[in-house]
């Protein structure tokens, strides 16, 4: 019959492990180990896990997107403006829609 494997601390080699966290997968003795949400952690991974957590890039990507749609309508609107004040006044005053119908005389 085998002897039961020990595994040593992560941390501190001379100590026999008591628990492997779940996170990082290494073993670590009772005083690098606590307790948190139903799960036995690491210090760092508990550190990790209670840090808030950086915005993903996709809420990143998601106001570049944004950002870049208000500014092409913005400059649609700016460039059609400045073809407005570009047309020359007289450019209303021919045959066009605010002209009456002109009749045409009965027979």
Do not use: K, N, Q
Request: charged share 20%; with cysteine; proline share 10%.
């Amino acid at each position: 019959m085998s002897a039961p494997l020990v595994l040593p601390c992560f941390r501190h080699p001379e100590r026999e492990a008591a628990a492997r966290c779940p996170a990082c997968r290494r073993a670590f003795c009772r005083e690098c180990v606590t307790e948190h949400d139903g799960r036995v952690l690491c210090a760092s991974c508990l550190r990790a896990a209670a840090s808030p957590a950086a915005p993903p890039r996709r809420r990143i990507a998601e106001r570049f997107a944004a950002a870049a749609g208000f500014l092409a309508a913005w400059l649609f609107f700016f460039l059609l403006g400045r073809l407005l004040v570009a047309l020359p006044s007289s450019a209303g005053e021919g045959a066009g829609f605010g002209d009456p119908p002109t009749r045409s005389e009965p027979r």
